[in-house]
């Protein structure tokens, strides 16, 4: 009980860090919260062989009510372009569910160096974008959107994030500017986030090996810590959004790949 409640505690300054992140990034602040759980965790009685599964599925759950939040600030604000998210949320949708269905398959070992090497691309496709112009391009055909939106959400399900590191260059590369792709992937973070988790809940239920106050693999506690602070600072990354220039948030956001794809790295 007294390490659960270390945990609950851990967590909700995790939830203040992420829920900014969050706001600012259009992250669904997996990216952090995934590495920090896989240390938390086994600190709190989880089995190792558990840890990466559980560290998922409660990252994606978290990510629904964060990145949901995130969205409603980017919405009010006019940061949201409703028709590029819905062009891609057929995708992201199937393969959300796909990719929770393929970390089942995948060796618990193997999934943290997966998750680095793919930040560690996200960083430096991040870094090369700010050299180019997006502005003549446009979204391409809904069939490709969709195919698009399938990779990313395999992708991010596979990582246990909400797709905002793979969003966000997405729709900048295909011309919206900065400020609004951040806030479209803040809202497509949260679709994709439904999808993998309820993909993670399927998989988890009945395995007996599974802590208590467990949703498949979602960890409650953690849970709880988390969303219950980051649903209230999101709304202040969204307004720095406004106020930050696109280069510089461009490299923030490299920066902040880089730091987590090297932490997951050496373990």
């Known amino acids: ?7 609950f505690a851990m967590c909700l300054a995790l939830g203040s860090v992420v829920g900014l992140l969050a706001g600012l990034l259009g992250i669904g602040g997996g990216l952090l919260v995934v590495p920090a759980l896989v240390w938390l965790l086994p600190q709190a009685g989880i089995p ?3 840890v990466m599964h559980i ?13 949901g939040s995130s969205a409603r600030n980017h919405l009010r604000l006019g940061n949201v372009d409703l028709q590029a998210v819905k062009m891609l949320a057929p995708g ?6 796909g990719g929770s269905m393929i970390a089942e398959l995948v060796p618990a070992e193997l999934l943290p ?4 090497g793919i930040v560690l691309f996200l960083a430096l496709q991040m870094l090369a974008s700010i050299r180019f112009s997006t502005h003549e391009r446009t979204l391409p055909s809904p069939t490709k959107c969709i195919f ?33 792709a951040i806030g479209s992937a803040s809202l497509a973070g949260a679709i994709i986030a439904v999808a993998g988790m ?18 498949g693999y979602v960890y409650l506690p953690a849970l709880v810590g988390i969303v219950s602070t980051s649903v209230l600072t999101t709304r202040h990354g969204a307004a720095l959004v406004s106020k930050m220039p696109t280069p510089t948030l461009k490299k923030i956001f490299a920066v902040f790949l880089l730091f987590i794809s090297f932490k997951m790295f050496m373990g």
């Open 113 to 116: 160096k997966i998750f680095a």
């Open 55 to 67: 560290a998922l599925a409660t990252s994606l759950a978290s990510i629904v009510l964060t990145s």
């Open 48 to 50: 190792t062989e558990m």
């Open 92 to 97: 992201i949708v199937l393969g959300g569910l």
């Open 198 to 215: 309820l993909g993670f809940i399927a998989a988890g239920v009945g395995d007996e090996a599974l802590p208590p106050m467990s949703i």
């Open 148 to 180: 698009s939106g399938g990779i990313i959400g395999v992708v991010s399900s596979l990582a246990g994030i909400g797709g905002g590191s793979l969003t966000v260059p997405y729709l900048n590369w295909h011309g919206l500017e900065m400020r609004r």
């Open 1 to 7: 009980m007294e390490s659960t409640l270390w945990l």
